[in-house]
């Protein structure tokens, strides 16, 4: 019943630093997904994959890279974390083709 | 990707219909209409999205005008846990590359 699970869940990190995000989902989908939330705002999407393999960017990729581990793990790296990515991070997944997205219930990152 | 027109906040007493509009007047024909909504520090979850036809699930109805510029989502019953975030997002397929807008604030007052 896990779904889709995010760590950590909360990280505080100094401008510079460099943070991995992980995420890993169960439910045997191809496709996953980076997005961020700041204050107010909706979700925007970072990157994505479409399937084991592949990885493409979405509306705010620069700062970070990914990596999709295997069909169950995507993560997410800030190289030099800067104070303007402090967020709420959410992953998400579906099965290739569609379907409605399955999400994480985040990982808020502050940046000082 | 389609402009959406959404409400900023919608109040609803307990137990009372809500009926969330959105307007996405570039819809392009071949976009399917997601709802999905956010309730407080948790991730979005799906509610439901629909093409051309009218749409019930257990959580939900879509009603979709006939120039498809615009729909509504319907809770039935709204209950406390429903006060969330509402995103009506056009977009191709089933859902790949959400895009996000600011979405309605949903208020349930007891």
């Known amino acids: 019943n896990a779904g889709v699970t995010q760590t950590p869940k909360f990280q505080v990190l100094k401008t510079g630093q460099s943070m991995t995000l992980q995420c890993a989902q169960d439910?045997?989908?191809?496709?996953m997904y980076w997005y961020r939330q700041d204050p107010g705002m909706g979700l925007r999407l970072i990157y994505y994959?479409?399937?084991?393999?592949?990885?493409d960017k979405g509306e705010v990729p620069n700062g970070y890279n990914v990596s999709r581990l295997n069909k169950r793990e995507f993560s997410l790296r800030l190289e030099s974390a800067a104070p303007s990515q402090t967020s709420v991070y959410f992953c998400?997944?579906?099965?290739?083709?569609?379907?409605?997205?399955?999400f994480g219930d985040g990982t808020r990152l502050s940046i000082l | 990707d389609a402009k959406t027109t959404q409400p900023n906040s919608m109040e609803s007493n307990e137990e009372e219909p809500v009926h969330l509009p959105c307007n996405h007047s570039t819809i392009s024909g071949t976009d399917y209409i997601h709802w999905y909504r956010q309730l407080p520090s948790q991730g979005p979850e799906y509610v439901i999205h629909g093409l051309t036809s009218n749409v019930n699930n257990r959580m939900a109805s879509l009603a979709i005008a006939e120039d498809r510029k615009s729909s509504t989502l319907i809770l039935h019953r709204a209950t406390l846990r429903d006060a969330a975030v509402y995103y009506c997002?056009?977009?191709w397929g089933y859902g790949n590359k959400l895009v996000f807008g600011a979405g309605t604030i949903l208020r349930v007052k007891s």
């Open positions: 994959s479409a399937s084991e393999g592949t990885t």
């Open positions: 439910m045997n989908h191809n496709s």
């Open positions: 997002i056009p977009g």
């Open positions: 998400a997944s579906n099965p290739t083709g569609g379907r409605p997205q399955h």
